[in-house]
Each structure stands twice: as structure tokens, then as C-alpha cells.
């Protein structure tokens, strides 16, 4: 086989052809890097979108969740205040059973973190990237409201079984009451504000990937504080579908 041995351009018009011919391989070469490039940016960043939506739609179903329970909240609110009247004035009431914070939503911000601290998150738009933070922000300060909601309930857990409350029991009382009714107020606000975020989104309400029968638990029914009855507060049916009028 005969190998011809490169030679130097003997006229300009060689010379700038074969200069032609370098330019033009490497920018078809830097192309098609760049390219690639871009394909695996939007590969990246669409499983970064899909995943931070599921995590946003999750933690918007615990939202509806709890906003589904807040009349039970006012309920049970109303009937520790009527209990702890009637202990001021030493009158006889009946023994409360069921002093719990009635719902607890599940709020989580791992993967948006997760995919914030990895960058893909700075491929999202400026539009999503503000957006995306005012709604995380929100949905942790309302899991912040939520936490302080249910450190008020656990001392108004004191009442629980209770047939008697000397009137310091009472004043303590009142002011865990305070509390929870300042949270819960704060709480619903915030419950509204995430929806706002969610809207400008277009976020859903998602259950899925939650394990066994999380994706379908109803909301809370609500039996009153003083019921002796079955304390079991599950029922069946779509915990997003329009709450019944609370007795």
C-alpha cells in the first residue's frame, strides 16, 4: 500500500482550504459536544422537574388533608374552651377522652434540597426557580406553624381523663388553648398561601408513591372531646372529596 506523505500547500488557495478543512472539523466536532451537552441538561433537568413536582404534589395532598380537617380542629377548640368555663366556675363536666391534634400533614422538602445542592435545580426556569422556592418556603413554614400546633395540643392532653382541674390547672390550660388557636389560625393561613403557590404551578394534590394505604386514608372523623365511645377516628371514603358538616 502506498502512503503519500503530507505536503505543505504550494498556493494560498491550498492553503486556506486545508485550514478550511481544520476549522470545519473542529467546530462540527464542538457542535456535536455541545449538543450531547444539551440533551443531558434537558435529560437531567426533566427528571429534576418530575421529581420536585411529585414532592411538591405530596406535600400539597397533606395540605388539602389538613385544611379538610379544620373544622374538627374548631371543634374540639370550641369544646375545651366550653370545659375549662365550666371548671372556672366549679361546675361539673364531663371527663374529656379524645384531646389530640386531630391531623398531622406530612410536609417534605428532601428532594428539592437534594436536587438544589446538585445544581439541576439552576437548570430550572427563573420563573420556576422563584416560584418552586416561595412554594417550599411556605409549605415549611406552615410544617414550622404545624410542629408548634402540636406541642400547644400536647399540653392540652393534660385534660384527658380528668374529672376535676383546681383553677391553676384551668389558667395553664388557657393558655395552652391560646396557643393552639393562634397556631391553628396561623396554620390555615399558611395552608392558603401554599395553595397560591401551588396555582401559579399548576401543582396537584398527589398521593402517589405514598406506602400502603397512606394514598388513600380518609380524613379525620370527629368524634366530640367528652364521646366514651369507640375512640377510632377512621372512616372510609376520599379524604378530598367535600367535607360533611361537622355536628
Request: hydrophobic share 40%; net charge negative.
Amino acid at each position: 500500500m502506498e502512503i503519500h506523505k503530507p505536503h505543505a500547500a504550494k498556493t494560498w488557495r491550498e492553503f486556506f482550504i486545508e485550514i478550511g478543512t481544520i476549522v470545519t472539523g473542529i467546530l462540527i466536532a464542538l457542535a456535536l459536544e455541545q449538543g450531547l451537552e444539551a440533551l443531558h441538561e434537558h435529560k437531567i433537568k426533566k427528571e429534576a422537574q418530575e421529581a420536585v413536582r411529585d414532592e411538591a404534589g405530596q406535600n400539597l395532598y397533606w395540605v388539602k388533608i389538613r385544611e379538610r380537617n379544620e373544622p374538627c380542629f374548631r371543634q374540639r377548640l370550641a369544646e375545651i374552651s366550653d370545659l375549662l368555663d365550666r371548671a372556672e366556675r366549679q361546675e361539673s363536666f364531663a371527663v374529656a377522652q379524645h384531646v389530640y391534634l386531630p391531623t398531622y400533614a406530612k410536609i417534605t422538602s428532601e428532594v428539592w434540597d437534594a436536587n438544589g445542592h446538585a445544581g439541576r435545580t439552576s437548570l430550572f426556569t427563573a420563573a420556576e426557580q422563584r416560584n418552586f422556592g416561595n412554594f417550599y418556603f411556605t409549605s415549611g413554614d406552615f410544617q414550622s406553624s404545624q410542629s408548634h400546633e402540636a406541642d400547644a395540643w400536647a399540653k392540652l392532653g393534660a385534660l384527658r381523663g380528668r374529672a376535676k382541674l383546681s383553677q391553676s390547672a384551668v389558667v395553664e390550660l388557657r393558655q395552652a388553648l391560646a396557643e393552639a388557636r393562634f397556631y391553628n389560625w396561623r396554620t390555615v393561613l399558611l395552608i392558603h398561601r401554599t395553595q397560591e403557590w401551588a396555582g401559579i404551578l399548576h401543582l396537584a394534590p398527589a398521593a402517589s408513591g405514598l406506602p400502603g394505604s397512606m394514598g388513600t386514608t380518609t380524613a379525620l372523623g370527629c368524634s366530640p372531646i367528652t364521646d366514651k365511645g369507640d375512640p377510632s377516628h377512621g372512616i372510609a371514603g376520599d379524604p378530598l372529596a367535600p367535607a360533611e358538616d361537622v355536628p
